[in-house]
């Protein structure tokens, strides 16, 4: 998801046609997590990547040095000269952001239908400019759905802004892609804050 030229559609098929990007894919990435235990969500920044052969690499910069990478179901995390490894399918969050952001970046409708319900919100667009848009993906996995209620992507044309990943237990992550991660975050990073910045790009 690499910043692109601005393109209009009117359903989700060409939106996410929008978004396609020749491999590897880099882009920016700040993550904010929050948990019912905590009082300020854990924020975290780096770059995401799928490269030539479709695997995901997720090089966490700030505040502390990591690398994830996923090969077909298998996950290696190192972090400070340490490697775990472990099945996809332990970290049915993971694997539900995987499958979507691969979906994403390829422009593929179809795959992500098959793993998501999607529904497609716009915005209005002036002329010459590109229309905002979001999408919402409900995993149709009941297995998924117990861990994951919905993942939010929201954007301006082909410029992906967000992915936020709600969970049942209102948990979940704001992922902010692209030139928005390098926003000034709200104060405090509330959930409500980070919407609105993500709706006003």
């Known amino acids: 998801m690499l910043s692109g030229p601005p393109s209009i559609a009117a359903d989700s098929t060409s939106v996410i046609a929008g978004l396609a990007r020749p491999l590897p894919a880099v882009t920016a990435f700040r993550e904010l997590r929050f948990s019912s235990m905590l009082k300020e969500p854990v924020v975290v920044s780096g770059k995401l990547e799928i490269d030539a052969a479709g695997n995901m690499i997720r090089h966490v ?6 690398t994830t990478t996923i090969t077909g179901d298998r ?3 190192e972090r400070d000269e340490n490697t775990r490894v472990f ?3 332990r970290a049915p969050e993971l694997e539900s952001l995987l499958a979507a952001f691969r979906a994403l970046v390829s ?8 793993s998501f319900a999607v529904s497609l919100e716009t915005g209005s667009a002036a002329a010459n400019s590109a229309k905002d848009w ?3 993906l409900t995993p149709k ?3 998924l759905a117990k861990r994951i209620a919905r993942i939010l992507v929201t954007g301006v044309g082909a410029e992906p802004h967000c992915l936020t990943l709600q969970e049942p237990s209102h948990g979940g992550s704001v992922l902010l892609l692209g030139s928005l991660a390098a926003a ?12 609105a910045l993500c ?3």
């Not at 000034?184 to 919407?195: A, G, I, M, N, T």
Request: glycine share 8%.
């Open 87 to 89: 099945s996809l399918r």
């Open 107 to 114: 422009g593929d409708s179809a795959t992500l239908d098959e």
């Open 199 to 201: 709706a006003g790009g």
């Open 134 to 136: 979001r999408l919402d």
């Open 141 to 143: 996995s009941p297995r």
């Open 61 to 66: 910069e700030l505040p502390f040095v990591e």
């Open 184 to 195: 000034e975050l709200p104060k405090p990073p509330s959930r409500e804050r980070l919407d």
């Open 75 to 77: 996950v290696s995390i």
